[in-house]
């Protein structure tokens, strides 16, 4: 299995109403020095319909201003339609919505 399909099974395992973060896609996809590289397999994601990559946020629950499929404000909608709730500052609740590892 290559680096990129490693990240897309990860992010395949992110349950509906959750996020993770770029760095832990990273480390449990198995390297966490690549958190740059999930961000672009995420970009050039090959099945948005099965890999959600709109559950992958930075950090401090950002969305990404370059989000692949519709830009940023598709991702929020579709986090929205997952039932994720924004802080008042348009950040996701990192300590109530990201997974845990």
């Keep these: 299995m290559n680096t990129f399909e490693k990240i897309y099974a990860v992010v395949k395992e992110i349950p509906r109403g ?9 480390t449990l996809a198995g390297n966490p020095n690549l958190a740059r590289v999930v961000g672009y397999a995420l970009h050039v994601n090959p099945d948005p319909a099965s890999i959600p990559c709109y559950r992958v946020v930075n950090r401090e629950g950002k969305v990404s201003k370059a989000f692949a499929f519709g830009g940023e404000n598709v991702q929020i909608q579709l986090l929205k339609a997952d039932g994720i709730k924004f802080l008042p500052d348009g950040r996701v609740d990192m300590e109530k919505y990201c997974i845990k590892i």
């Design 18 to 26: 959750k996020v993770a973060t770029y760095g832990q896609v990273a």
